[in-house]
């Protein structure tokens, strides 16, 4: 079974209808193109929910044996010789322990912090159609760090250009950037599961 020609000939593919919503569990219509990017649930051993991982990256832990595919999403990545069912839910074989601490900074960990929202006009896109935006530019002394970093549309980005939010009447900040924590990841597993019965059993307890 090859991973990588499932990929190639899921983004072929024209006929798939739906598929999992980016930040509210709005199961829409998706682009073959994001099919890979669908949230999935990770759970620990144990069941204990832990993270939320892209479908591409949960397919390879389920045909790498590290874990196993508890609920799915309804939909079938096809291959040359296989259908894979898409994964809503996987858990983990071998238990992981997972320091009490904020997640490493990244694009990825900054779109999944803000929900894949841009941070000015508050429309949710695919990763793929977001930016990240320095609230201080790094042109005027802003860092790249948790707490000057957001989700942003291009629409948005372009608008704000190289200047200070104090200096624009019509853009504000949705909410202040804070680090990711583990408590911040609860709350966006639990927001997905709320719309999601295949996650609810698994977060709500």
Not at 30 to 40: A, D, K, S
Not at 84 to 109: D, G
Not at 125 to 142: A, E, K, N, Q
């Amino acid at each position: 079974m090859s991973l990588g020609k499932a990929m190639i000939h899921a983004r072929k593919q024209k006929s798939i209808a739906k598929a999992a919503g980016y930040a509210a569990g709005d199961y829409t219509a998706i682009q073959p193109n994001h099919m890979l990017q669908m949230p999935v649930l990770v759970l620990n051993a144990s069941y204990e929910p832990i993270n939320i991982c892209g479908a591409r990256r949960a397919l390879v832990l389920v045909l790498k044996g590290v874990a196993r595919t508890e609920e799915e999403h309804g939909l079938t990545l096809h291959a040359q010789r296989n259908n894979i069912a898409m994964p809503s839910v996987i858990r983990l074989l071998e238990y992981r322990r997972i320091p009490y601490q904020t997640r490493a900074l990244s694009r990825k960990n900054i779109l999944l912090r803000d929900r894949n929202t841009c941070q000015y006009c508050g429309e949710v896109l695919p990763p793929g159609d977001l930016t990240l935006d320095h609230v201080i530019p790094r042109s005027r002394g802003g860092n790249s760090t948790w707490e000057n970093l957001v989700a942003c549309c291009h629409s948005c980005n372009r608008q704000k250009g190289n200047r200070l939010l104090n200096e624009l009447d019509d853009m504000v900040l949705m909410r202040e950037p804070r680090p990711f924590s583990l408590h911040t990841s609860r709350q966006i597993m639990r927001m997905l599961g709320r719309s999601d019965d295949r996650w609810r059993k698994y977060l709500f307890y």
